[in-house]
T-cell receptor
C-alpha cells in the first residue's frame, strides 16, 4: 500500500494563478480531509469529505474548492492564489474522523 | 480563546527524564481525543488515542479529564528519538478534528 500520496511536493505560484493539489489514498478510506499548517497556528481544516460525492467546509475554506468523484482521490483547487495561501498543505484519510488519520507527506506552497 | 491549547515549549530534557504535556480543550461536547507526533518538516503520525480510563503504551501514558477538559501525555525514560512536536487533537463531532499548535520536545544526551 502506498498510503496517502500528495503531489507536488513543492510549488511556487504567482498571485492570481490557479492550481490543483492532488491527493490519493489506496486504503479504501471514506473520510478524507485537507489541512494547512502555518507557524504558530497548528493544522487547520480546509475541507473534508465523508465519501464520494460528499464534501463540506472546514475552518478555513475561502479560496479553495474540492470535489470527491471517487473514494481514492480528493483534489484541492486554489482558484486565484494569494500570498496568504503560502503554507504547507496536508491531505489525510481515515475510516472516519474519530479514527486514526493517515497523512500524506505534504505540499509546500509559496505564493509570490 | 483557542479551541485546543498547548504550551508550545520547547521542553528541554535530558535522556532518561520524565516529561509531561497538558492540553486543554474548550468544547465540552468533544467526543474523542488523540496525541499525534510530528517530526520536523514531516507529516503528523498518530502516537496514541486517549481514552476516558487512561491508557498506556510502553513509555507513554495518556490521561483524559473531562470535568476539567484537559488531556495529558506523560513520557517516561525519554530517548533522543522522542525529540519532536506533540500535537493534541480533539474530535468535536460532525467529522471535524481540531489540532493544537503543538508542544516541542527536545531530548539531549
Amino acid at each position: 500500500n502506498a498510503g496517502v500520496t500528495q503531489t507536488p511536493k513543492f510549488q511556487v505560484l504567482k498571485t492570481g494563478q490557479s492550481m490543483t493539489l492532488q491527493c490519493a489514498q489506496d486504503m479504501n478510506h471514506e473520510y478524507m480531509s485537507w489541512y494547512r499548517q502555518d507557524p504558530g497556528m497548528g493544522l487547520r481544516l480546509i475541507h473534508y469529505s465523508v465519501g464520494a460525492g460528499i464534501t463540506d467546509q472546514g475552518e478555513v475554506p475561502n479560496g479553495y474548492n474540492v470535489s470527491r468523484s471517487t473514494t481514492e482521490d480528493f483534489p484541492l483547487r486554489l482558484l486565484s492564489a494569494a500570498p496568504s495561501q503560502t503554507s504547507v498543505y496536508f491531505c489525510a484519510s481515515s475510516r472516519l474522523a474519530q479514527y486514526e488519520q493517515y497523512f500524506g507527506p505534504g505540499t509546500r506552497l509559496t505564493v509570490t | 480563546r483557542k479551541e485546543v491549547e498547548q504550551d508550545p515549549g520547547p521542553f528541554n530534557v535530558p535522556e532518561g527524564a520524565t516529561v509531561a504535556f497538558n492540553c486543554t480543550y474548550s468544547n465540552s461536547a468533544s467526543q474523542s481525543f488523540f496525541w499525534y507526533r510530528q517530526d520536523c518538516r514531516k507529516e503528523p503520525k498518530l502516537l496514541m488515542s486517549v481514552y476516558s480510563s487512561g491508557n498506556e503504551d510502553g513509555r507513554f501514558t495518556a490521561q483524559l479529564n473531562r470535568a476539567s477538559q484537559y488531556i495529558s501525555l506523560l513520557i517516561r525514560d525519554s530517548k533522543l528519538s522522542d525529540s519532536a512536536t506533540y500535537l493534541c487533537v480533539v474530535n468535536e463531532g460532525f467529522q471535524k478534528l481540531v489540532f493544537g499548535t503543538g508542544t516541542r520536545l527536545l531530548v539531549s544526551p
